[in-house]
C-alpha cells in the first residue's frame, strides 16, 4: 500500500506514509486550517447562541484560493449574464446564498482539516523513532480526509493557476529548476492519495 490507500476490511482505508509524508500532508492541512480562519464561537468567545444565529459575509472573499474553496452558488465567471439587470440578479442571490451558507461550509472544512492534523499526530506519536507507519481511517474518517484532500488540491491549483486538465498535463514537464516543482509534486502527490480514496469507499 505505499503511496496509495486500500480498503480495510469492514470498511475505511488504509495508506503507508513515512516521516516525510505525515510532515508534508500536516503542514499543508495547518495551513489551510490557518487560511479558513476561526469559525463564529471562536470569534464570539464561544457562545452557542452567537453561533446559532451568526450570519456570514456577503462577498465573496478576495483570497484568490478562498474564492475557489467558496465560490458564487449563483454567477458564473466564465460565462456571466450578457444583461445587466440579471447579473445584478445572479449577484444578489449569491450574496443572499453565501450570507446563510459560507459559515457552515467553512466549519465543515475546517473540521477536516482538523481530522486528518489529529490522525496524522496520533500516528506520529505511535510510529515514534520508526521512519513511519501506516495510517488507518475509519469510514468515516476516510470522507473526512477526502474533504481535505480536495480542498487542499484546490487551494495548490489555484496558486498554481490551475483551471483543467490541460493546465495539469502541462505540469509534468516543468524543469526541476522551476520554482513551482514542489508545489507541482505535492499537488500531483495529494491527487494520487485522493484517487485512490476514493476507490476504498466505491461500493
Known amino acids: ?65 478562498l474564492r475557489r474553496l467558496f465560490p458564487d452558488a449563483y454567477t458564473d465567471p466564465v460565462e456571466p449574464p450578457a444583461d445587466p439587470r440579471q447579473a445584478e440578479e445572479h449577484q444578489a442571490y449569491s450574496a443572499e446564498f453565501r450570507r446563510y451558507t459560507e459559515n457552515d461550509l467553512r466549519a465543515g472544512k475546517r473540521d477536516n482539516a482538523l481530522a486528518v492534523v489529529r490522525t496524522l499526530d496520533a500516528l506520529a506519536s505511535e510510529a515514534a523513532g520508526e521512519g513511519g507507519a501506516v495510517l488507518k481511517l475509519s469510514t468515516e474518517e476516510s470522507r473526512r480526509w477526502l474533504g481535505a484532500l480536495n480542498d487542499l488540491r484546490l487551494a495548490i491549483g489555484s496558486r498554481l493557476d490551475i483551471s483543467d486538465e490541460d493546465d495539469t498535463d502541462l505540469l509534468f514537464r516543468l524543469p526541476d ?27
Do not use: C
Open 177 to 203: 529548476e522551476d520554482p513551482r516543482k514542489p508545489m507541482v509534486m505535492a499537488y500531483l502527490w495529494l491527487g494520487g492519495l485522493q484517487e485512490t480514496l476514493v476507490n476504498t469507499l466505491m461500493p
Open 1 to 65: 500500500m505505499p503511496g496509495h490507500f486500500e480498503p480495510l476490511p469492514g470498511g475505511g482505508a488504509a495508506v503507508a506514509l513515512d516521516d516525510v509524508e505525515i510532515s508534508i500532508i500536516r503542514s499543508l492541512a495547518v495551513q489551510l486550517l490557518e487560511l479558513i480562519g476561526p469559525g463564529p464561537a471562536e470569534d464570539a468567545g464561544d457562545d452557542p447562541l452567537a453561533e446559532l444565529f451568526a450570519e456570514g459575509p456577503s462577498e465573496p472573499p478576495s483570497d484568490p484560493v
